[in-house]
């Protein structure tokens, strides 16, 4: 069975707002780094249309080499997109529908490396239905003080230990946790 893992910028003080915070070239390379290793990427319908409007080609004239190259690996990268309302994706993209345990458990299922998963809604549902294998949480250095925060209303906890820890001369800290059974 193939790995889910959780992937989300966060503040110090939980918030998953992808407007706080300016992304350094470090996180940045650490963000690319972690979409590379997975096989797949699945998406929401907000987080697809937010990532494919701002890494689609044509970047701006000017654009730092090294957001480039997240663009160039988020763009080859296989994505399925879980909705109820997108009438079609593209972007290299697979439309996702029906029920989400169902849904995940299939893709889970199918031949191939790890799939990664971002954003807030659906990471968080997706942690509720306890589907979450890893998770991997880049921490910023600094406090937001206002939300979406990271798995808001998550009543079914998991237990988690840790097995990856790397700190970036931004500040940033990236932590993984593998979910214990």
């Given at each position: 069975m193939r790995t889910l893992r959780y992937y989300i910028n966060v503040t110090l003080d939980g918030c998953v707002d992808?407007?706080?915070?300016?992304?350094?070239?470090?996180?940045?390379?650490?963000?690319?780094?972690?979409?590379?290793?997975?096989?797949?990427?699945?998406?929401?319908?907000?987080?697809?249309?937010?990532?494919?409007?701002?890494?689609?080609?044509?970047?701006?004239?000017?654009?730092?080499?090294?957001?480039?190259?997240?663009?160039?690996?988020?763009?080859?990268?296989?994505?399925?997109?879980?909705?109820?309302?997108?009438?079609?994706?593209?972007?290299?993209?697979?439309?996702?529908?029906?029920?989400?345990?169902?849904?995940?458990?299939?893709?889970?299922e199918r031949a191939g490396g790890e799939i990664l998963v971002s954003g807030v809604t659906l990471p968080t549902a997706l942690a509720q239905l306890d589907l979450i294998d890893e998770y991997e949480f880049l921490v910023q250095p600094h406090v937001a003080g206002h939300g979406p925060y990271l798995l808001e209303g998550l009543t079914n906890r998991p237990g988690l230990e840790p097995v990856h820890r790397e700190e970036f001369p931004s500040g940033a800290v990236l932590t993984r946790f593998r979910r214990t059974r």
């Open positions: 992808h407007r706080e915070g300016n992304p350094t070239e470090d996180v940045n390379r650490a963000a690319t780094a972690s979409i590379a290793r997975a096989d797949e990427l699945l998406f929401g319908r907000v987080v697809y249309e937010m990532m494919r409007d701002a890494w689609r080609d044509p970047l701006p004239p000017g654009t730092p080499a090294w957001e480039i190259e997240f663009a160039e690996t988020i763009g080859r990268a296989r994505k399925s997109v879980f909705s109820r309302t997108l009438p079609s994706v593209d972007w290299n993209a697979e439309l996702l529908r029906g029920d989400l345990l169902a849904a995940v458990a299939a893709l889970k």
